[in-house]
């Protein structure tokens, strides 16, 4: 840590005054403030100056600064790293300052810069994990995210690996070990490590059974959990094990058409956004990018989606609306017709999914959406009865799981009711 220099005595009292003030300060003075006394009192103000540094970093005037925005957060990490790691709060002051570094880098697009410091993170919370004693290593998941976008799968999978093991010592917490373990069934998949991917699903189904049944989670979570696990164990080929799991889903959505209200106004905001995640990860796998292209990390939040992949995966809304119309306007009853039509569903599911993502803030739209896949499904059921089936399935329980998330449990229930005599 560096020693105290001489500072003009004027500068000191100036900077004290303006952090002692009881009006409100600028991002920009604070941090002017934190420079001059961090030579002063540097293990007092380093902390504080890495802390303005990421503050003024969010500020409106680097909006569209984001090379500005990354000197800032560079000079965060060298405040930060001059801490002497004795102090009590080095740890927590470096990984912030570098996790501000990683957002700055993935906004610029230097990738490998990014990924290189979510590996410090890592490193940093590893070292403070031995020294604590607690077990929580922090930079688990950012790592791993940082894998999973790079198609990295095996390796994400090892990393969550480690994620959930630590995560079952403390328990569900709130469901944060539930995000992390959809996040690890995701990567299992993605790395073809397919038993294992199912074992993890069940595990994943007894807790949030458990969970619920205690009132720590909501029954819907458990829900989705169970839908998803349906269709993993058709995947695999094992469909008396996967009609069992539907039944015992439709056992639970019976429950809900009767008592899910009062759940829903506990629970709606979170319940949403697991089925979001849970619904792109029944997709994801017919919409893998080529190798070496970026990838939406499957089994993750949108908000924790690099801005690249964000802007990448979102841009082609427009183009897939574009190609199911034009699909729409070509397809006919000739002798290719099913073969269009089973395309056209292909894409509209790609691009339902891409607003259920966001649907919290569009849910006329994203309604309309399902309503749209369930009529093109059962166009081509008309067609081509075996591929009609099995589309129809898909789409009757995709927008059966969006009304879930909506509320509207009565009739998510009558579709629900017509996907057996599919099978």
Same mark, same amino acid.
């Given at each position: 840590?560096?020693?105290?220099?001489?500072? &003009?005595?004027?500068?000191?009292?100036?900077?004290?005054?303006?952090?002692?003030?009881?009006?409100?300060?600028?991002?920009?003075?604070?941090? &002017?403030?934190?420079?001059?006394?961090?030579?002063?009192?540097?293990? =007092?103000?380093?902390?504080? %100056?890495?802390?303005?540094?990421?503050?003024?970093?969010?500020?409106?005037?680097?909006?569209?600064?984001?090379?500005?925005?990354?000197?800032?957060?560079?000079?965060?990490?060298?405040?930060?790293?001059?801490?002497?790691?004795?102090?009590?709060?080095?740890?927590?002051?470096?990984?912030?300052?570098?996790?501000?570094?990683?957002?700055?880098?993935?906004?610029?697009?230097?990738?490998?810069?990014?990924?290189? #410091?979510?590996?410090?993170?890592?490193?940093?919370?590893?070292?403070?994990?031995?020294?604590?004693?607690?077990?929580?290593?922090?930079?688990?998941?950012?790592?791993?995210?940082?894998?999973?976008?790079?198609?990295?799968?095996?390796? =994400?999978?090892?990393? %969550?690996?480690?994620?959930?093991?630590?995560?079952?010592?403390?328990?569900?917490?709130?469901?944060?070990?539930?995000?992390?373990?959809?996040?690890?069934?995701?990567?299992?998949?993605?790395?073809?490590?397919?038993?294992?991917?199912?074992?993890?699903?069940?595990?994943?189904?007894?807790?949030? *059974?458990?969970? *619920?049944?205690?009132?720590?989670?909501?029954?819907?979570?458990?829900?989705?959990?169970?839908?998803?696990?349906?269709?993993?164990?058709?995947?695999?080929?094992?469909? =008396?094990?996967?009609?069992?799991?539907?039944?015992?889903?439709?056992? %639970? %959505?019976?429950?809900?058409? #009767?008592?899910?209200?009062?759940? *829903?106004?506990?629970?709606?905001?979170?319940?949403?956004?697991?089925?979001?995640?849970?619904?792109?990860?029944?997709?994801?796998?017919?919409?893998?990018?080529?190798?070496?292209?970026?990838?939406?990390?499957?089994?993750?939040?949108?908000?924790?989606?690099?801005?690249?992949?964000?802007?990448?995966?979102?841009?082609?809304?427009?183009?897939?609306? =574009?190609?199911? &119309?034009?699909?729409?306007?070509?397809?006919?009853?000739?002798?290719?017709?099913?073969?269009?039509?089973?395309?056209?569903?292909?894409?509209?599911?790609?691009?339902?999914?891409?607003?259920?993502?966001?649907?919290?803030?569009?849910?006329?739209?994203?309604?309309?959406?399902?309503?749209?896949?369930?009529?093109?499904?059962?166009?081509?059921?008309?067609? &081509? *009865?075996?591929?009609?089936?099995?589309?129809?399935?898909?789409?009757?329980?995709?927008?059966?799981?969006?009304?879930?998330?909506?509320?509207?449990?009565?009739?998510?229930?009558?579709?629900?009711?017509?996907?057996?005599?599919?099978?």
């Amino acid at each position: 840590m560096p020693k105290p220099t001489e500072v &003009d005595q004027d500068s000191v009292v100036r900077a004290r005054n303006i952090l002692l003030a009881s009006g409100r300060r600028t991002p920009r003075e604070e941090v &002017d403030a934190c420079r001059v006394l961090a030579r002063v009192s540097p293990a =007092a103000y380093l902390p504080r %100056l890495a802390r303005a540094l990421r503050h003024l970093s969010y500020d409106r005037e680097y909006r569209d600064r984001p090379e500005d925005r990354l000197a800032l957060c560079e000079e965060a990490v060298a405040a930060a790293r001059a801490l002497d790691p004795a102090h009590p709060k080095y740890a927590e002051v470096v990984y912030d300052a570098l996790d501000g570094c990683q957002r700055a880098l993935y906004t610029l697009g230097r990738r490998d810069e990014g990924l290189a #410091v979510r590996a410090e993170m890592l490193a940093v919370g590893r070292t403070r994990a031995e020294s604590s004693g607690d077990g929580e290593v922090w930079g688990l998941s950012p790592w791993a995210i940082g894998l999973l976008e790079e198609g990295r799968y095996a390796e =994400a999978a090892d990393v %969550l690996s480690e994620s959930v093991a630590r995560g079952r010592r403390r328990g569900p917490r709130e469901g944060e070990l539930a995000w992390t373990f959809l996040q690890w069934t995701a990567a299992l998949d993605g790395a073809g490590r397919t038993d294992e991917a199912l074992t993890a699903m069940a595990e994943l189904a007894a807790m949030e *059974a458990a969970e *619920a049944e205690n009132g720590g989670g909501p029954r819907a979570c458990r829900l989705y959990v169970l839908i998803r696990y349906a269709q993993m164990l058709d995947d695999g080929l094992r469909h =008396a094990d996967a009609t069992a799991v539907r039944q015992q889903a439709l056992a %639970l %959505l019976e429950e809900l058409a #009767v008592h899910g209200q009062e759940e *829903a106004r506990r629970w709606s905001g979170y319940q949403a956004s697991f089925w979001a995640v849970l619904f792109f990860m029944s997709v994801a796998g017919s919409e893998r990018p080529a190798a070496g292209q970026l990838r939406p990390p499957v089994g993750t939040g949108v908000h924790h989606w690099s801005p690249g992949v964000r802007e990448r995966y979102f841009g082609t809304r427009e183009t897939l609306r =574009a190609d199911v &119309d034009r699909i729409e306007h070509r397809a006919a009853d000739g002798p290719d017709g099913p073969d269009r039509l089973a395309e056209q569903v292909r894409l509209h599911r790609m691009l339902t999914v891409r607003w259920a993502l966001s649907w919290e803030c569009r849910t006329a739209r994203v309604r309309e959406l399902f309503d749209e896949g369930v009529a093109l499904a059962r166009r081509l059921r008309r067609q &081509d *009865a075996v591929a009609g089936d099995r589309a129809l399935a898909t789409a009757l329980t995709s927008r059966a799981t969006f009304q879930v998330a909506a509320t509207e449990f009565t009739a998510a229930l009558d579709d629900f009711r017509q996907i057996p005599e599919l099978h």
